[in-house]
Structure formats: C-alpha cells, structure tokens
C-alpha cells in the first residue's frame, strides 16, 4: 500500500486487492458500532422549527468517540438555550462531545428558549445514517502510455494537469492523479491520432472520509474486522 493523498478527514491509498474485496469493505463500513443521539426529550421549544425538525438534525450531529464507548453505553447531553441568534451543536452539554462546535440546529429571538435532553446510544450504519462514521469509494489506478510522436498541445487537454512537455517528448506527472476523464483521448482523435494509451491497472486508489466520530484509518481497520469476524461466522456455519 502507498498513500497517495491525505488532508483533513480523508486519505487516499493505493491497494493491490480485487473491487469485490474492496466493495465488501466498503459495505462494512455501516456495521461498525457508532455513538448517535438516538432519543431526543424537548421540554421546551420556542423556536421556529418543530421538534421533529430539531429532532432529526441533532441526530446527525456526529458525537466523539473514545476507548469508555461500547456497544452497551447510554449517554446523556442536554442543550438549553435562551440567548437570540444561531442555536449551535456546540452547545450540547454532557461527557461525550459533539465532533463540529458550528453545526446550526435552529435560531431563536430575544426571550424565546429551548431546553432538550438527548440520550446517545451505540448503533450501526446500516440501521440508520446517522450511525454511519464515513464513507468509502475507489477507482482503478490508470497506465498511460504516450507515443514520441504525441502533440505537444495535448498538454493544454488534460483538466488536472498531469501532462508536461520535457525535451521535446510528453511525459505524465504523478500518473496515480489520472481518473481516465479521456479528454486526451478525445484530443488526439479530433487531431486525427492515436498517441495515448489509457489502460486500467490492477491497482486500485481508494479514498476513506470520516464524519469526525473515528479516524479515517480506524474506518479502514475496524470494517476489516467486522468482516473477517463475520466470515469466520460463516466459516463455522458451514463446517456444521
């Protein structure tokens, strides 16, 4: 494995493993255990949202996680406000802690309030999104072959850039950056030649995005393990 690309919340990587390997991680991703608020008590709501409104967007309020969270944990937060303006996440109170401090939930005007209880609990992605810690896709890494006699305006096709003029021949930058887009294709058949070669490889470049409550590596893992704990379930199934 190499990592191609890493920013905030998402890295890319590059893995030699087949698409239906890759798909089935992809899919268990939404069975790692997620802390989500799951039950929301609204005492008191002046604002102009109804409760199911406030409701369904704290739900989606991505709440950290720590080593204490298990399967079987129930926490509470509770949010009152009575200050006019923007009612922020972040003004959720309790042990666990929202991941995003600036998520709106609903606005209030001088002397309105609002005063809610929220009871987390653990659950998986594939009950409800709001379990779900990210998301995963990927792509075939891509070879690009390009003849001697290539155009040099060719350079100017390609939208990301990755082509360059060196001594005269045409030569790619960073080829693991190539989505096969094919506007170099198109610009050597409008040209009347077949100067580039796009073949997928068999390789794949795969991006995982966290909504904040794990690290984007820990997604990774941890979908490997529920699969390989599911497999070895199998396994065991089927040797009866």
Same mark, same amino acid.
């Given at each position: 494995?190499?990592?191609?690309?890493?920013?905030?919340?998402?890295?890319?990587?590059?893995?030699?493993?087949?698409?239906?390997?890759?798909?089935?991680? %992809? %899919?268990?991703?939404?069975?790692?255990?997620?802390?989500?608020?799951?039950?929301?008590?609204?005492?008191?709501?002046?604002?102009?949202?109804?409760?199911?409104?406030?409701?369904?967007?704290?739900?989606?309020?991505?709440?950290?996680?720590?080593?204490?969270?298990?399967? /079987?944990?129930?926490?509470?937060?509770?949010?009152?406000?009575?200050?006019? @303006?923007?009612?922020?996440?972040?003004?959720?109170?309790? %042990?666990?802690?929202?991941?995003?401090?600036?998520?709106?939930?609903?606005?209030?005007?001088?002397?309105?309030?609002?005063?809610?209880?929220?009871?987390? %609990?653990? @659950? /998986?992605?594939?009950?409800?999104? /709001?379990?779900?810690?990210?998301?995963?896709?990927?792509?075939?890494?891509?070879?690009?072959?390009?003849?001697?006699?290539?155009?040099?305006?060719?350079?100017?096709?390609?939208?990301?850039?990755?082509?360059?003029?060196?001594? @005269?021949?045409?030569?790619?930058?960073?080829?693991?950056? $190539?989505?096969?887009?094919?506007? $170099?294709?198109?610009? $050597? /058949?409008?040209?009347?030649?077949?100067?580039?070669?796009?073949?997928?490889?068999?390789?794949?470049?795969?991006?995982?995005?966290?909504?904040?409550?794990?690290?984007?590596?820990?997604?990774?893992?941890?979908?490997?393990?529920?699969?390989?704990?599911?497999?070895?379930?199998?396994?065991?199934?089927?040797?009866?």
């Amino acid at each position: 494995m190499k990592i191609l690309n890493k920013k905030n919340n998402q890295i890319t990587f590059s893995a030699d493993i087949d698409t239906g390997l890759a798909n089935a991680i %992809r %899919r268990y991703i939404d069975q790692i255990p997620i802390l989500a608020v799951d039950e929301v008590e609204i005492s008191k709501n002046d604002s102009p949202l109804y409760d199911e409104t406030i409701a369904h967007r704290i739900g989606l309020v991505p709440l950290k996680m720590d080593k204490t969270i298990s399967e /079987k944990s129930e926490e509470q937060l509770t949010l009152i406000a009575k200050n006019d @303006g923007i009612i922020y996440s972040g003004e959720l109170k309790g %042990r666990v802690e929202p991941v995003y401090d600036k998520i709106p939930i609903t606005i209030l005007k001088k002397g309105q309030e609002l005063e809610i209880l929220a009871t987390a %609990r653990v @659950g /998986k992605g594939s009950q409800h999104v /709001k379990f779900s810690p990210g998301l995963m896709f990927y792509r075939n890494l891509i070879k690009v072959k390009i003849d001697k006699d290539c155009p040099k305006e060719i350079v100017n096709a390609c939208p990301k850039e990755l082509l360059k003029s060196e001594g @005269g021949k045409i030569a790619i930058i960073e080829e693991e950056k $190539c989505d096969m887009c094919e506007e $170099c294709l198109e610009f $050597c /058949k409008k040209a009347g030649k077949k100067a580039v070669e796009l073949t997928p490889s068999g390789e794949l470049a795969i991006t995982v995005e966290s909504f904040g409550q794990i690290s984007e590596e820990e997604i990774f893992k941890r979908a490997i393990e529920v699969l390989k704990d599911d497999l070895k379930e199998v396994t065991k199934k089927v040797g009866k």
